[in-house]
């Protein structure tokens, strides 16, 4: 197995600095080149001074909505300098997304409430800049302004795209963290396991735990239902070998997930963004965005689901043994 040493600095050579930082990330083989160089030194700064102040990785989450939700607001504008603060925002946004979960890594304060806030962060933030957008081109296009209930359409199919997109994109990203770095090191869930855990809730005492495990188990049993191959696989493996499987399999599923990461981080973030600022900043014709995710976006998600249900199938067959 090649050693995730060569991605980094060997213990010898890493200050406590550097080795508080390492260990604040996921995984070399999930971490996108754009987030190494300019999100996670960030993220890692504000996750360093909120652990100063006691600031908890959910109070980060929060405040990254808010700031989210104000770069949604600023992209409404036909300006170019209040778009510009719109873009400054949403970074900055993001930046705090990067700095909950390390921060989170590094106190260790994991929890499935933070995991479902942290997604439903992004959503808030897309949610606004959609309607944004909406109410943009309806002002300022004359096509929009002669019909303007296909933007509206187009933004509603765009959002249950998006949702799909980024809901793959995190499972596949867990499925691979899984292999690497075990059980504790993953945040893949059972929906199975989840609906237990909601049945034992009660209404009347845990409310709103039980409401908010209802809608996370329902986003699980879709990515099981997008996944046959791999649902197939992870019984296999429970029923061979349970938690304890063999280093050779972890190694050799790990370099057949590994190629299709690059294609679960452009599903994520900073590509999508991209897409957006160049919409918004250079053609100023947002609706340009949805265009975006509905082709490009679509195109990717479709192509690295038929690959890995391909790889999962390949690896069932070596775990039967056929």
Known sequence: MEEEKNL???????????????????SMDTEE??????????????????????????????????????????????????????????VWANSFDSADGQLARMTKQYSRIGRILDGLSGDFWFAAIYIAICLRENVTSDFFMAHPWVIWVVAVVTGFCHGIQAAMADYYRQFHLYFLKGKEGSE??????????????????????????????????????????????????????????????????????KPLMKYTNILSFNTRTFALFAAI????????????????????????????ERICREALADVEGR
């Open 8 to 26: 980094h600095n060997t213990p010898s050579q890493e200050t406590p600095a550097q080795s508080s930082y390492q260990a604040s990330l996921k």
């Open 33 to 90: 080149t754009f987030d190494l160089m300019f999100y996670r030194p960030i993220g890692y700064g504000w996750a360093c001074l909120a652990k100063k102040l006691g600031v908890t990785p959910n109070a980060i989450t929060i405040a990254s909505i808010f700031l989210g939700i104000g770069a949604g607001v600023c992209f409404y504008f036909n300006n170019i300098w209040i778009n510009l603060a719109g873009v400054f925002l949403l």
């Open 188 to 257: 893949l869930d059972n929906a199975a396991e989840l609906w237990k855990k909601f049945h034992s809730l009660s209404w009347g005492k845990d409310f709103w735990q039980k409401l908010v495990l209802m809608f996370y188990t329902n986003y699980t049993v879709g990515q099981e239902k997008r996944t046959p191959a791999m649902q197939r696989l992870r019984r296999a493996i429970k029923e061979r070998w349970g938690d304890n499987i063999p280093q050779t399999f972890r190694d050799k599923f790990r370099q057949l997930s």
């Open 281 to 308: 900043l250079i053609f100023r014709m947002p609706w340009l965005y949805f265009a975006f995710e509905l082709v490009v976006l679509n195109f990717l998600l479709v192509y690295m689901m038929w690959r890995h």
